[in-house]
């Protein structure tokens, strides 16, 4: 069974600190940052395979250590205990930094190990640290997270910065304020391979090099905020007009989405240069192809690349967003040789086994579709994805379960061989006059 401790009980006793080993106190911190700053669960991939079926008492499990944990975080007097706790440990630490630049080390009531002497100077920094996220925590609920992906090679690393900002327990869509595992994913997968998302120049309007991005349900907004970062880093984008716009539903999500850009990209910084954009906007997935009102400016174009993690979760959802994307996704042309995507990532929930099966159910797959029939939106190829649950740590816990994602690439069906021809000829001329 898994046993959840509070700080009260797991954290060494304030009164015997100093009699604790380096390792004892490091394991208490590590113990304070899971709990008040925890990393995304489901965020590490561990390799690619096939889905299983997951037993349902591990999700079971899963979902009571959720709840302790949230009662345990929400707790005022373990959070003020911690703070406590944290700052005594600094005073200890100071006391011995102070004998280990002096050389006195035989005072009689000092009894430690010369390692944790050696350690003094990491315990404080981690210490420190989290004292102003418990405090940070204790003021606003928010925990502030931050994430860097680099390409296999080294030779590329995209660095964010995020806020997340506390549940609002009467709005079921505020999850959005959290950041995800599938966003942690996408964006992962899209700094190690941009090409394969569809980033390089055979996209977009050979003419006006307008090169347009879009993110359905962004919450945070972390794939946007890397895919802007990784297109000013692209060589190929040096001289070439980029928006990305992130969209939500939320007026919460939205407002600390325009909060987490403002961070990453500061109005007076050359972040990114002055023909890339980056832009919030509200978008309601269900009326937007229906209403009859002028669309704003920024989705009155059509997108290249289009991009969801983790925004399945309602069984309208697929349609809703199929109906979206045949307004804003770039449909085949002349112009393009490459067609446009949609690049969604979704978790393998038990709770929402039937709202992930939605998605291959409202988009079939390429090869089920006549070639000579009307165009539709089609699932272009699949993937399945495994990482290593983690972003969790307490005595005892053994759940021994793995989060599983499906990533599917969604587009126009294939152009015909004499459709490739002919766009290749038309997209040269264009570019070679």
Not at 16 to 26: E, N, P, R, V
Not at 339 to 350: D, G
Request: hydrophobic share 40%; net charge negative.
């Amino acid at each position: 069974m898994t046993v959840i401790c509070p700080p009260t009980i797991y954290l060494p006793p304030i009164a015997k600190i100093a009699s604790f080993s380096a390792a004892q106190l490091l394991d208490a911190l590590t113990y304070l940052r899971s709990l008040y700053q925890p990393e995304v669960r489901g965020s590490r991939r561990k390799h690619v395979r096939a889905p299983e079926v997951r037993e349902t008492r591990k999700f079971h499990l899963r979902h009571e250590f959720d709840s302790e944990v949230h009662v345990i975080r929400s707790d005022a007097f373990e959070r003020s205990y911690a703070m406590r706790w944290l700052t005594a440990l600094i005073v200890q630490l100071e006391i011995w930094q102070e004998l280990l630049h002096s050389g006195d080390m035989s005072l009689h009531n000092v009894v430690k190990p010369e390692p944790t002497f050696a350690h003094t100077e990491a315990l404080f920094t981690q210490a420190a640290s989290l004292i102003a996220i418990c405090a940070g925590f204790a003021a606003t609920g928010t925990i502030t997270r931050n994430f860097t992906f680099g390409s296999i090679d080294g030779q590329r690393r995209v660095a964010a910065q995020l806020t997340e900002i506390p549940l609002d327990n009467n709005d079921y869509g505020s999850v959005g304020a959290q950041t995800w595992g599938g966003s942690c994913v996408l964006a992962e997968m899209i700094v190690e391979d941009p090409e394969q998302f569809g980033l390089d120049l055979s996209f977009g309007d050979a003419e006006s090099r307008r090169f347009n991005v879009l993110e359905l349900g962004a919450g945070t907004g972390l794939v946007s905020l890397v895919v802007a970062k990784l297109l000013h880093i692209l060589p190929s984008f040096d001289n070439r007009e980029v928006s990305v716009v992130a969209t939500d539903f939320y007026p919460s999500v939205l407002a600390n989405l325009g909060s987490n850009i403002s961070v990453n990209f500061p109005p007076t910084s050359d972040v990114i240069p002055s023909t890339h954009s980056i832009t919030t906007h509200f978008l309601d997935w269900s009326s937007f192809s229906t209403t009859a009102s002028p669309r704003p400016s920024s989705l009155s174009y059509p997108f290249d690349v289009v991009f969801g993690a983790d925004i399945i979760y309602e069984p309208e959802h697929a349609v809703w967003i199929k109906d979206c994307l045949k307004q804003l996704l770039r449909r085949r042309s002349e112009r393009t040789l490459s067609p446009a995507a949609f690049h969604l990532v979704i978790p393998l929930r038990p709770t929402h086994t039937f709202e992930s099966s939605t998605v291959e159910s409202v988009f079939l797959k390429a090869c089920d579709v006549d070639p000579n029939g009307d165009a539709d939106l089609v699932i272009l190829s699949k993937e399945s994805i495994t990482c290593d649950a983690h972003g969790d740590y307490t005595r005892g816990r053994d759940l021994g379960e793995d989060v599983e994602y499906t990533y599917y690439k969604i587009g126009w069906p294939t152009l015909s061989e004499k459709e490739v021809r002919t766009s290749y000829y038309a997209l040269r001329s264009v570019r070679d006059p």
